[in-house]
């Protein structure tokens, strides 16, 4: 788990050093961080095969770039794609390329992958997905970043022993947080019956005051806990970068934290109905 949140991690910098014309998503969830066989439905808790995945959206070019990283797979892989559009934690059909995207790792239990793809080109989707959604890779496109945006599209890896996907996680806008603001890695009492403050951290193009729906999030050690209690009505500039950031605090026993835990999660969604998650490291205690 620590190595594959140092990679998420890595990922999530590239992320947010992306220019504003390009939408950055990463699979995470519904159920486990990053692409795990608990996201699979049914899930597949005999495998121990974890991954994470990055997904770019150039809306300017409508080039997409994917890039993911994968080990422990039960056996070698024979499929790697993008399935859409359904909310989580349900099953759909494969939008891009069949049976895995180019020059994707076959046959092999880790590796990694990354790969630019022109959305505007039908040789980057599956013909199925294009003639159920306008008959045109325009249309397809717009179908797809649509479903990617609203958090109804799940990377996929199938292996030969899971034909139907090993490991799999559900694509969301990633976002910066600060757990116990000013906490390298914020140390969070499991008996505690107080609340831990948790901000959204702004970037230049993204107003987290703003753009975050607050009745939406959920945080805990799988983000999907209920544990909000409130959110500061103002922003507060909590890393001195001058932006608004937005502060929640959450119910520390409904956040479900046992002792052991090493990374926190926050799921939610943006007032547009776009798909968030965040997660920092932690320290449980005592």
Same mark, same amino acid.
């Given at each position: 788990? %620590?190595?594959? &949140?140092?990679? /998420?991690?890595l *990922?999530?910098?590239?992320?947010?050093?992306?220019?504003?014309?390009? /939408?950055?998503?990463?699979?995470?969830?519904?159920?486990?961080?990053?692409?795990?066989?608990?996201?699979?439905?049914?899930?597949?808790?005999?495998?121990?095969?974890?991954?994470?995945?990055? #997904?770019?959206?150039?809306?300017?070019?409508?080039?997409m770039?994917v890039?993911?990283?994968?080990?422990?797979?039960?056996?070698?892989?024979?499929?790697?794609?993008?399935?859409c559009?359904?909310?989580?934690?349900?099953?759909?059909?494969?939008a891009?390329?069949?049976?895995?995207?180019p &020059?994707?790792?076959?046959?092999?239990?880790?590796?990694?992958?990354?790969?630019?793809?022109?959305?505007?080109? *039908?040789?980057?989707?599956?013909?199925?997905?294009?003639?159920? =959604?306008?008959?045109?890779?325009? @249309?397809?496109?717009?179908?797809?970043?649509?479903?990617?945006? +609203?958090?109804?599209?799940?990377?996929?890896?199938?292996?030969?022993?899971?034909?139907?996907?090993e490991?799999?996680g !559900? *694509?969301?806008?990633?976002?910066?947080?600060? #757990?116990k603001?000013? @906490?390298?890695? $914020? $140390?969070?009492?499991? +008996?505690?019956?107080?609340?831990? $403050?948790?901000?959204? /951290?702004?970037?230049?193009?993204?107003?987290?005051?703003?753009?975050?729906?607050?009745?939406?999030?959920?945080?805990?050690?799988?983000?999907?806990?209920?544990? /909000?209690?409130?959110?500061?009505?103002?922003?507060?500039d909590? =890393?001195?970068?001058?932006? $608004?950031?937005?502060?929640?605090? !959450?119910?520390?026993?409904?956040?479900?934290? %046992?002792?052991?835990?090493?990374?926190?999660?926050?799921?939610?969604?943006?007032?547009?109905?776009?798909?968030?998650?965040?997660?920092?490291?932690?320290?449980?205690?005592?």
């Amino acid at each position: 788990m %620590k190595q594959m &949140g140092c990679v /998420l991690a890595l *990922l999530v910098m590239v992320a947010v050093s992306s220019p504003a014309a390009t /939408l950055t998503f990463v699979a995470t969830g519904p159920v486990a961080p990053g692409l795990s066989p608990l996201n699979e439905n049914p899930a597949h808790p005999e495998s121990h095969g974890t991954g994470t995945a990055l #997904i770019t959206w150039d809306t300017v070019t409508n080039m997409m770039t994917v890039n993911a990283v994968f080990s422990g797979l039960t056996t070698g892989t024979t499929a790697a794609h993008i399935h859409c559009c359904t909310n989580p934690p349900g099953n759909a059909g494969v939008a891009t390329t069949v049976p895995f995207f180019p &020059g994707f790792p076959i046959g092999v239990t880790s590796g990694t992958y990354s790969r630019n793809l022109d959305m505007l080109s *039908l040789s980057s989707y599956n013909p199925a997905f294009v003639a159920a =959604n306008g008959g045109t890779a325009a @249309s397809a496109a717009a179908v797809l970043l649509a479903g990617i945006q +609203r958090g109804q599209a799940y990377f996929n890896i199938h292996t030969t022993m899971f034909g139907g996907g090993e490991i799999r996680g !559900f *694509l969301a806008v990633p976002v910066d947080l600060s #757990i116990k603001p000013g @906490s390298e890695t $914020p $140390p969070i009492n499991t +008996r505690s019956r107080g609340r831990i $403050p948790v901000a959204i /951290l702004s970037t230049s193009s993204f107003n987290a005051v703003t753009a975050v729906d607050t009745t939406s999030l959920t945080f805990g050690p799988t983000g999907t806990e209920h544990s /909000l209690g409130f959110c500061n009505a103002g922003g507060e500039d909590v =890393n001195g970068d001058g932006l $608004p950031d937005l502060v929640c605090h !959450f119910e520390t026993e409904s956040t479900g934290f %046992k002792s052991g835990d090493t990374l926190a999660i926050l799921m939610g969604k943006t007032i547009l109905g776009a798909v968030l998650v965040g997660q920092q490291a932690i320290v449980t205690v005592p």
